[in-house]
T-cell receptor, first 120, second 109 residues
Framework: GAVVSQHPSWVICKSGTSVKIECRSL??????MFWYRQFPKQSLMLMAT?????????EQGVEKDKFLINHASLTLSTLTVTSAHPEDSSFYIC????????????????FGEGSRLTVL | KNEVEQSPQNLTAQEGEFITINCSYS?????LHWLQQHPGGGIVSLFM???GKKKHGRLIATINIQEKHSSLHITASHPRDSAVYIC???????????FGTGTSLTVIP
């Protein structure tokens, strides 16, 4: 079945540095990928929708200059947390839709393994 | 009020028990997803439903579009089923997602 790979699975960085997280669809093309954030004991929160070849669509309250998203190819989206601070420490997850032959709105979702960011 | 409500929040069961997790939603949807998140954080999509019922091994998912309700059933539960189960819906516009807060399931041997 379809697989989404996320890298790195965990990262520790100093405050003020930038961290890049990659999300790859391994055996299907994903024109749309999604980035989520999850705080401890809470559910997923959609941060932004990443569109191949165009700007990402950010959810309300998510700073686009803080969380840079690039979707340069049909199989890769990256999330860069710029000038990270301890409050950015969280679990970041991506997902992608494999539309296959299905209608555009009902493509099945596949999730990456997540990336745990700790900012010291 | 959340667009997606799950119950129960926490569930402890003995191995072998039949388990049901419920999900109600208040928005128009194109699909409903049941997700499984293990302690390490990784998420697996168990089912995507837009109508009726789906079965995969010991897992069964049903959805009633008129009542805006879905259930996830686990038959003959096993300790390896211990995880957080999350209900999520895709809006009928296609690119909005709403997530339930999850049901933490612990199956005791």
């Amino acid at each position: 079945g379809a697989v989404v790979s996320q890298h790195p699975s965990w990262v520790i960085c100093k405050s003020g540095t930038s961290v890049k997280i990659e999300c790859r669809s391994l055996d299907f093309q994903a024109t749309t990928m999604f980035w989520y954030r999850q705080f401890p004991k809470q559910s997923l929160m959609l941060m932004a929708t990443s569109n191949e070849g165009s700007k990402a669509t950010y959810e309300q309250g998510v700073e686009k200059d803080k969380f840079l998203i690039n979707h340069a190819s049909l199989t890769l989206s990256t999330l860069t947390v710029t000038s990270a601070h301890p409050e950015d420490s969280s679990f970041y997850i991506c997902s992608a839709r494999d539309f296959g032959h299905l209608f555009a709105n009902t493509g099945e979702l596949f999730f990456g393994e997540g990336s745990r960011l700790t900012v010291l | 009020k959340n667009e997606v409500e799950q119950s129960p929040q926490n569930l402890t069961a003995q191995e072998g028990e039949f388990i049901t997790i419920n999900c109600s939603y208040s928005v128009g949807i194109s699909a409903l997803h049941w997700l499984q998140q293990h302690p390490g954080g990784g998420i697996v999509s168990l089912f995507m439903l837009s109508s009726g019922k789906k079965k995969h091994g010991r897992l069964i998912a049903t959805i009633n579009i008129q009542e805006k309700h879905s259930s996830l059933h686990i038959t003959a539960s096993h300790p390896r089923d211990s995880a957080v189960y999350i209900c999520a819906v895709t809006s009928n516009t296609g690119n909005q997602f709403y997530f339930g807060t999850g049901t933490s399931l612990t199956v005791i041997p």
